[in-house]
């Protein structure tokens, strides 16, 4: 959820570039996690309590004990994480569940809103966040986009490579090439996103140029959004690409949006945790690292057709 990244200014720093400041503002601002609903979880065949897993050794003993790494998540952005028949399905719950083999415990995965995220995991609400969260910076350190200090700042244990894309309705009848095309019309995002971001910083170069500045609409979640393109209401939307190439493929059949040109510079996305549980996240890098050189990573990319934002290796606090 590309994602205060989304984060990432330029449209690339989507949440992919994660997953922003904007976002980074909203989730440290909030007291809460929002709506928060249960959705289906992520897991392994291990025992909690074996010491089998190749990893187990390595986890915190609060973690051990429970046998539950809880991880917080915004379920809308298929095929990284979606709900489908009450389970919540994609690309990050099936890594999860890769990742559980290694540490022999499970995951369980809840979904709520995205711009909540960071609070939730630093108020122990969850273990971790995992919901396409671009690693960067300001997220790092808890800034907003001016460098002010909001609260605390996340570490990430990164996983995944995605840029921004923009999309809109299929034929695009109103021709937009790329995000400076959007000056004087209307745009539609997830709020608290980083691609709310770049569309601001993007709106200041239209006036900055003598043009008129953007009409961005912020929406609580991304399916508001892609509704408002569909409808003609936003002659455009942005996302993270592989949510994007996802939505164009799927939405009514593929007849209904088309992504414009490929995708802008990419950046990581990353697992959150609160920055004082140092154990737990070294623990996900080895299990990331584990995933990746046993061949189950690329399995699971390839089954979500995710190939594109393939590592080699992981990473803490990669991003920039």
Do not use: H
């Given at each position: 959820m590309t994602a205060s990244t989304t984060r990432r200014t330029t449209a690339a720093q989507s949440r992919i570039a994660a997953v922003g400041a904007i976002a980074v503002?909203?989730?440290?601002?909030?007291?809460?996690?929002?709506?928060?609903?249960?959705?289906?979880?992520?897991?392994?065949?291990?025992?909690?309590?074996?010491?089998?897993?190749?990893?187990?050794?390595?986890?915190p003993k609060k973690i051990q004990d429970a046998g539950v790494i809880k991880v917080g998540t915004n379920a809308e952005y298929a095929p990284m994480e979606s709900t489908e028949g009450g389970?919540?399905?994609?690309?990050?719950?099936?890594?999860?569940?890769?990742?559980?083999?290694q540490l022999g415990v499970k995951f369980e995965f809840t979904s709520g809103s995205f711009d909540g995220l960071i609070t939730a995991v630093n108020s122990g609400r969850y273990d971790v966040g995992m919901s396409s969260i671009t690693d960067?910076?300001?997220?790092?350190q808890g800034l907003?986009?001016?460098?002010?200090?909001?609260?605390?700042?996340?570490?990430?244990?990164d996983y995944f490579t995605a840029g921004t894309a923009i999309y809109v309705k299929k034929g695009n009848p109103e021709g937009i090439k790329g995000i400076e095309d959007l000056c004087g019309k209307t745009a539609a995002?997830?709020?608290?996103?980083?691609y709310e971001t770049a569309l601001k910083d993007q709106s200041k170069?239209?006036?900055?140029?003598?043009?008129?500045?953007?009409?961005?609409?912020?929406?609580?979640?991304?399916?508001?959004?892609?509704?408002?393109?569909?409808?003609?209401g936003a002659v455009a939307g942005i996302n993270d690409y592989p949510v994007a190439v996802d939505l164009a493929n799927k939405a009514d059949g593929g007849k209904a949006f088309e992504v414009i040109n490929k995708q802008y510079d990419a950046g990581p996305f990353g697992i959150i945790l609160n920055k004082k549980n140092t154990q737990l996240r070294d623990a996900l890098k080895d299990a990331v690292d584990a995933i990746i050189k046993d061949g189950s990573y690329q399995k699971v990319l390839e089954k979500w057709g995710a190939q594109s934002g393939a590592i080699e290796q992981s990473a803490i606090n990669g991003g920039k």
């Open positions: 503002a909203g989730a440290l601002v909030l007291t809460g996690c929002g709506d928060q609903t249960n959705g289906g979880g992520s897991s392994s065949t291990e025992s909690a309590k074996s010491n089998s897993a190749p990893l187990f050794s390595k986890l389970k919540i399905v994609g690309v990050d719950p099936d890594l999860a569940d890769a990742l559980a083999k960067n910076k300001q997220r790092q907003d986009d001016k460098g002010k200090k909001l609260g605390e700042g996340v570490d990430f244990v995002v997830q709020q608290g996103t980083t170069k239209c006036t900055d140029a003598g043009k008129k500045a953007i009409n961005i609409e912020a929406f609580q979640n991304d399916t508001e959004a892609q509704t408002r393109v569909k409808s003609g």
